[in-house]
């Protein structure tokens, strides 16, 4: 089975500061990893994603994430928060005995403050 | 701008009304998907389907049916809704030739529902 856990449901940040938002997942097999954005009355946007190859991936709007299997994590990382960052991150896992299944975290609220 | 349009935006609806959402991608997708999401809450899976075909059904209430009349389209037909069905309904798609598993979904912005 996959899961995903996603640490704090919310989160400050200033402006200029860096973002850390965290995300950890349980996986019989490899997973593939996915972390999306949510801004208000919109749909999921893909930020970025990791299926094999390189375990940094680089996404949109300078968003990152390190896959660390010895630590079960994909964290979502930026340098530099900005106030349009503000928005919902939505941590996802799937795998190859999922089919068309996503499992989603929970969700974490990003607050930039100027 | 989203590549997945869902009309319309927002609908009010009573509990004994039909009315339909409707999902379209024009992206060569063959994975459509249905999901609900509540205020503060990830998005829960109701349908897939695959190829056309219902791949999974979520265990979903009857008083929502899904139809995929062709590779681009996706409607929801609702009936006898009830006040805690009010949600936002985001339909999504995804390719199927890397493996479902792997390919991303591509959401639209979603249809608000409310149910008085």
């Known amino acids: 089975a996959q899961s995903v856990t996603q640490l704090g449901s919310h989160v400050s940040v200033s402006e200029g500061a860096l973002v850390l938002l965290r995300c950890n997942y349980s996986s019989s097999v490899p997973p593939y990893l996915f972390w999306y954005v949510q801004y208000p009355n919109q749909g999921l946007q893909l930020l970025l994603k990791?299926?094999?190859?390189?375990?940094l991936v680089k996404g949109i709007n300078g968003f990152e994430a390190e896959f660390k299997k010895s630590e079960t994590s994909f964290h979502l990382t930026k340098p530099s928060a900005h106030m349009s960052d503000a928005a919902e991150y939505f941590c996802?896992?799937?795998?190859?005995?999922?089919?068309?299944?996503?499992?989603f975290g929970t969700g974490t609220s990003l607050t930039v403050i100027p | 701008d989203t590549e997945v349009t869902q009309t319309p935006k927002h609908l009010v609806m009573g509990m004994t009304n039909k009315k339909s959402l409707k999902c379209e991608q024009h992206m060569g997708h063959r994975a459509m998907y249905w999901y609900k999401q509540k205020a503060k809450k990830p998005p829960e899976l109701m349908f897939v389907?695959?190829?056309?075909?219902?791949?999974i059904n979520e265990s979903v209430p009857s008083r929502f049916s899904p139809e995929c009349p062709n590779s681009s389209l996706l409607n929801l037909h609702l009936h006898a809704l009830q006040p805690e069905d009010s949600a936002l309904y985001l339909c999504?798609?995804?390719?199927?030739?890397?493996?479902?598993?792997?390919?991303?979904?591509?959401f639209g912005n979603g249809t608000r529902l409310t149910v008085t």
């Open positions: 996802a896992v799937s795998s190859s005995n999922t089919g068309n299944q996503f499992y």
């Open positions: 999504a798609s995804s390719q199927e030739w890397e493996g479902p598993y792997n390919s991303p979904l591509h």
């Open positions: 990791y299926t094999t190859g390189a375990t």
């Open positions: 389907y695959s190829y056309e075909k219902l791949s």
